[in-house]
């Protein structure tokens, strides 16, 4: 465990204590996480540098320490407070003086407490959350070519992606893959995309793949499943709010997301069906090739991913909203008259099918994630 992808561990303690027996609490507090971490006492000097740093309130009457310190622990970091307590000698009612001083300033923080298993899982959580985000922070996006016509309510602020996560948004225009494609002598729309993932130091992209249809008679469905498969966000239809999403999941998670239409919802069983021409290669068991759904010409990818459980996750362009729920994939299907990857998935809430999705939904794509990350999801925004 390197430095930047450690936990820190540093100690606020009343004087009028005695050492040896706090130190005893701390020795069986901390051993019974379960979890790694250095233990930096009350030396703050390096406060803010690692992956997770939280501040153990051993005691009561450490109120006025912790006060006189802020200044110097705000210059280090701006990360939210997370005070952890065994509850010991005060330690609790000490540290929500504490919280509720820094709510007052509108300072973040949170207390850490309760069973050692609870303790240890917050601070996992926390600790990936963080490592999430460092992840995001300069991360390069590139839009290729506008949103699509369509997307009417899927918009971006780029200030706003760029203050909350680090994420820059790099316009490309179309033409230049266009012109990529044409030089290209086989595997073109791949070979072209990979160029200007090149060129323009890029960690993924969204396309206004639809022009590729008239322009070059193909479409960018495989292309995409590739890149997605090789660690790439490669998103569909210049969708800017989808690939922020998938963005977010990679970096918080590590897997690839399938940006799909609902299709068809059932609001009484909470059944919905979804469905895209490309999903990426390394997220399904099985594929085939068939064309593109909507124009009957080109390659789209009918992918076939492992039934279980799923995660449907969404954000808004502005960051202000998102939607995350958990469900459970069905089956695939096949049916001719649908895009041609086809996931029927029971929503653990069927009651969003009507709240969300027939009333307030954040657009028309959404993505879907293998395994159930809410909990994680929801702690990241």
Not at 94 to 102: F, G, K, T, V
Not at 282 to 299: A, C, F, K, N, Q
Not at 361 to 376: A, F, K, S, V
Request: proline share 3%; with cysteine; charged share 20%.
């Amino acid at each position: 465990m390197t430095e930047n992808q450690t936990i820190a561990i540093y100690t606020l303690t009343s004087e009028l204590h005695d050492e040896k027996a706090v130190s005893a609490v701390t020795n069986e507090f901390l051993g019974s996480l379960g979890i790694e971490y250095q233990l930096k006492g009350s030396d703050y000097s390096d406060y803010g540098r690692q992956t997770l740093s939280l501040i153990y309130v051993r005691t009561g009457g450490t109120e006025g320490i912790f006060r006189r310190l802020l200044p110097e622990l705000q210059e280090k970091s701006t990360a939210p407070f997370y005070l952890l307590t065994s509850g010991k000698s005060n330690s609790l009612a000490a540290s929500m003086e504490i919280l509720s001083y820094l709510r007052q300033r509108g300072i973040q923080g949170e207390i850490i407490h309760g069973s050692s298993h609870y303790i240890a899982r917050r601070i996992t959580i926390l600790s990936k959350v963080v490592q999430a985000r460092q992840t995001l922070n300069g991360t390069r996006l590139g839009v290729i070519g506008e949103p699509s016509d369509w997307l009417i309510s899927s918009h971006a602020d780029k200030e706003k992606i760029n203050e909350r996560l680090g994420i820059t948004l790099v316009d490309v225009p179309i033409q230049e893959l266009i012109d990529g494609v044409k030089a290209e002598q086989e595997d073109a729309i791949y070979k072209a995309l990979k160029t200007i993932i090149a060129k323009y130091q890029l960690q993924g992209f969204t396309l206004r793949c639809f022009d590729l249809l008239t322009a070059v008679k193909d479409t960018g469905c495989l292309p995409l499943a590739r890149l997605n498969a090789e660690g790439y966000i490669a998103g569909c239809e210049g969708d800017i709010p989808a690939m922020l999403t998938m963005m977010i999941s990679r970096s918080l998670l590590g897997v690839s997301g399938f940006q799909a239409n609902p299709s068809a919802i059932n609001p009484e069983t909470g059944e919905m069906l979804f469905a895209h021409c490309t999903i990426p290669l390394d997220m399904v068991v099985r594929y085939e090739l068939d064309t593109h759904y909507e124009s009957g010409i080109g390659t789209g990818v009918r992918g076939y991913m492992k039934e279980g459980p799923v995660t449907v996750f969404k954000v808004s362009g502005d960051l202000t909203r998102h939607f995350i729920a958990e469900g459970t994939l069905l089956r695939n299907e096949a049916k001719p008259d649908l895009c041609r990857t086809q996931q029927v998935i029971l929503l653990k809430d069927k009651s969003l099918t009507k709240s969300y999705f027939l009333s307030n939904p954040i657009g028309n794509h959404h993505i879907i994630l293998p395994g159930h990350h809410q909990e994680l999801l929801e702690n990241m925004l």
